[in-house]
């Protein structure tokens, strides 16, 4: 798509005409897992039984943020440079314009159900580290360690290939002599630096709900915020015309509002797999100016308030694929790549 059609969106009130129920209710993750599997299986059950998109969506995201095999989101989740895992995590009610989230939350395993609280008991949209903290503990959530074995083995190999110039890593009379690995060959099934989960579902009623949970990009400099918990950012949603949620490299899709962008693309009529592939080239366009080799990791996916579902990621030799749970059973959506092969 070229840029010149990238007009920015009419602030005109649009009704989204003809829809359709036929695929609610409908939920989705970008996780593609086994966990985002059973993430999937399991809450589809509260769709089904009445329940709302607001509870099936923190369900599913507390399913995959336990996981403690997964280093890219909650429990489990690699941890910041000085080896604390800080969680980000935000949600949003589509049904009452209602959102939550918290940031660098630590010792805290399901930072989705504080979101949640944030979102429903305060008339606060985002609270972060020590606060995040003492609300969630006033809400009876109990501290544990986050850092897993797997975890913790991970960022010493990290620490230990860092710099040449440092102490860690083989002693100095071994240097070049022992040919070690990195730590990505050492951990081939490591999650990518910039791991994130969105959930977006619909609910019977046709209410909409969303969250973006993360453990952020691992060994970040201790108080970074990614774009998971940043509405707008990392998560979207609008009753009127469906959510969006982003992953990959939060620096770009914060100042890309990259799914707010999502949201007012499909408000304008575009399909989910559209707005998703709007966005990535949106932000490649930003930089074309300045680096126009520079391909950023991200990957979107979108929810109609039809039903319809999307999804698109930057690069990549293989294309993107999302979870989805609706009436038709379960499937692995397959999306596209905006830039092949960069
Ligand atoms: N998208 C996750 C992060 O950048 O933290």
Known sequence: MGAGILLFPSVNPVTIQNRSTGLRPLIITSHTNE??????????????????????????????????EDTSVGYGGLPNENGVVQLDASFMDGKTYSAGAVACLERIKTPAS???????????????????????????????????????????????ELSPNDDWGEPDHLKNIINKESYRNDFPDIEHHYGTTNILAIDTNGDIAGCTTTSGLSFKINGRVGDSPIIGAGLYVDNEVGAAGATGRGEDVIKSCAAYYMIMRMKEGRTPQQACEDALHMIVEKYSRINPGFFPSEKFVAISSRGEVGCASMKGEKEPQMSVRNEKGFSLYTGTIAYRGK
């Open 35 to 68: 966990t985002g599997h059973k993430a999937m299986a399991l809450r589809w059950e509260v769709l089904t039984k009445g329940g709302s998109a607001v509870d099936a969506v923190e369900r599913a995201a507390n399913t995959i943020e336990l996981d403690p």
């Open 114 to 160: 504080v979101a949640r609280l944030v979102m429903q008991h305060t008339d606060h949209v985002l609270l972060t580290g020590q606060g995040a903290l003492d609300f969630a503990k006033a809400w009876g959530f109990r501290e544990e360690d986050l850092l897993t074995e797997k975890a913790r083995k991970i960022w010493l190999r990290w620490k230990e």
